[in-house]
């Protein structure tokens, strides 16, 4: 079965500028999550979709972060404008529940530079 | 809140030595425990879990992990070191109605 994929795989913009990524999670699983990891740290919960519904988005800056999931299946992370402190690979993963015990599959990630 | 703390950013070990990374977490009430790996440019990969029963817990790759309530601690062990071995480890920890939390990460070496 095919993973979780992610695009782009990189993206380098300057500070101000907005940036989206894109997350298609494993065929038939309801949940998705975006997370954040910055350099030397573990990857931090952004936001956490159930089918096209949002079950947590407590740690995310909404101020310039957004998120959506249309139709329950892919998802789109946006940032405008971006920060400095915005770089870092954002992940994300899926699982085919919403139990916390679940496994979580992660895609590859996409690794931003905010010069 | 839940927390993780994991001791070593990174530890080298020879091939074919014991691997032992340290996880120690809080939590106010029973936790669920995961271990995950990350190899180089890869996603995270599910190593193994504990959420209730059997408090020794093995998973792929030949990996294991001891829960210990009385100690608060989660550490993963293996009892030989391969080169493929070599990534870096999370360990994280959620409960009920909590949210998903991971350390810091390990860094494992491995020489020949």
């Known amino acids: 079965e095919a993973g979780v994929a992610q695009s782009p795989r990189y993206k380098i913009i300057e500070k101000r500028q907005s940036v989206a990524f894109w997350c298609n999670p494993i065929?038939?699983?309801?949940?998705l999550y975006w997370y954040q990891q910055i350099l030397g740290q573990g990857p931090k919960l952004l936001i956490q979709f159930q089918n096209n519904g949002v079950v947590d988005d407590s740690q995310l800056p909404k101020d310039r972060f957004s998120a959506e999931r249309l139709k329950g299946v892919d998802s789109t992370l946006k940032i405008q404008p971006a920060k400095l402190e915005d770089s870092a690979v954002y992940l994300c993963?899926?699982?085919?529940?919403?139990?916390?015990?679940?496994?979580?599959?992660f895609g590859p990630g996409t690794r931003l530079t905010v010069l | 809140a839940q927390s993780v703390t994991q001791l070593g950013s990174h530890v080298s070990v020879s091939e074919g030595a014991l691997v032992l990374l340290r996880c120690n977490y809080s939590?106010?009430?029973?936790?669920?425990l995961f271990w995950y790996v990350q190899y180089p440019n890869q996603g995270l990969q599910l190593l193994l879990k504990y959420t209730t029963g059997a408090t020794l817990v093995k998973g792929i790759n030949g990996f294991e992990a001891e829960f210990k309530k009385s100690e608060t601690s989660f550490h993963l062990t293996k009892p030989s070191a391969h080169m493929s071995d070599a990534a870096e480890y999370f360990c994280a920890v959620t409960d009920y109605g909590q949210n998903f939390v991971f350390g810091p990460g390990t860094r494992l070496s491995v020489l020949p």
């Open positions: 065929s038939g699983h309801a949940t």
């Open positions: 939590s106010s009430v029973p936790p669920y």
């Open positions: 993963a899926s699982s085919p529940g919403g139990g916390q015990t679940d496994t979580q599959y």
